[in-house]
């Protein structure tokens, strides 16, 4: 398992136009795993609209930056 740090924005169901930006870290096997997980645990917690915008593999000697498709295609 990997850390992923996810960065986005999302809303509250029914809030209208209102994005607010969010940061999770996960444990995932990928980070189009880490990708699916994010979106399903804002999902079950009442958030909608969830757009990520960036994700980081954590490593040990620092982050790097996910290539964007890397997580998009499969």
Partial sequence: MENYKVQGM????????IMEPFV???????SHEAYFKIRSLLYFKNR????????YLI?????TLVEP????EY
């Fill in 10 to 17: 999302s809303r509250k169901i029914g809030a209208i136009g």
């Fill in 24 to 30: 999770e870290n996960i444990c995932a096997e990928s």
């Fill in 48 to 55: 909608e609209h969830v757009h990520i915008t960036s994700i």
């Fill in 59 to 63: 490593t040990d000697d620092g982050m």
């Fill in 69 to 72: 498709r890397a997580y998009l």
